[in-house]
């Protein structure tokens, strides 16, 4: 049996973050995940509607529908045989971070890279919403199915909307 090791709280005072600017990402992919991330985490108000329409806007061109209780659902070509699960993050009281305008920041703290702030899945939103872009461009993946499901956080409203209007028959991949 393995130890889990304790991480011990430092004063915020000795913690020291190093930014990393986005020119000194050198690949294509990662300034479009991070430039992704960024468009669809902008602060909002309420935190109902806003982000799922940015992201139908990108959606839209493949296919994406939104559905009451459910979220985005981006239908495969084909017969769905995996479904691509990931949460969209709605969390009214986690906009209040944002105020200032500020939506992410990638620093270093104890030489590892972080990412601050209670965004959670939206970059993994990003990821997917990019791959989704890559796949469907290249006529690939056509019996993946991609859904960004809502409420994960207090009632999973979204998943089990889902199942119930489409089943549990292909292959789910949860992320």
């Known amino acids: 049996m393995s130890k889990k090791k304790k991480y011990k709280k430092q004063p915020k005072d000795l913690v020291e973050i190093q930014n990393i600017s986005f020119e ?17 985490s902008q602060p909002f ?15 839209a061109p493949y296919g994406a529908i939104y559905e009451e209780d459910l979220g985005i659902r981006v239908p495969a070509i084909d017969e769905a045989k995996f479904v ?10 986690f906009n209040k971070g944002f105020a200032k305008n500020e939506v992410y920041s990638l620093g270093i703290i104890d030489e590892k890279e ?5 965004l959670d899945n939206t970059f993994t939103n990003a990821v997917v919403m990019h791959s989704i872009f890559e796949l469907r461009q290249q006529g690939l ?13 207090t009632t999973s409203a979204g ?4 199942l119930r209007k489409y089943g549990n028959k292909p292959f789910f991949i949860n992320l």
């Open 24 to 40: 000194q990402l050198t690949d294509g992919f990662h300034k479009e995940i991070i430039s992704l991330f960024h468009h669809i």
């Open 141 to 153: 993946a056509k019996d993946v199915e991609f859904i960004f499901t809502e409420e994960e956080e």
């Open 159 to 162: 998943i089990k909307t889902y």
């Open 45 to 59: 108000d309420n935190g109902k509607g806003e982000k799922e329409a940015r992201m139908m806007k990108l959606l």
């Open 114 to 118: 972080i990412i601050s702030g209670a």
């Open 84 to 93: 691509v699960v990931s949460h969209i993050d709605l969390i009214p009281l």
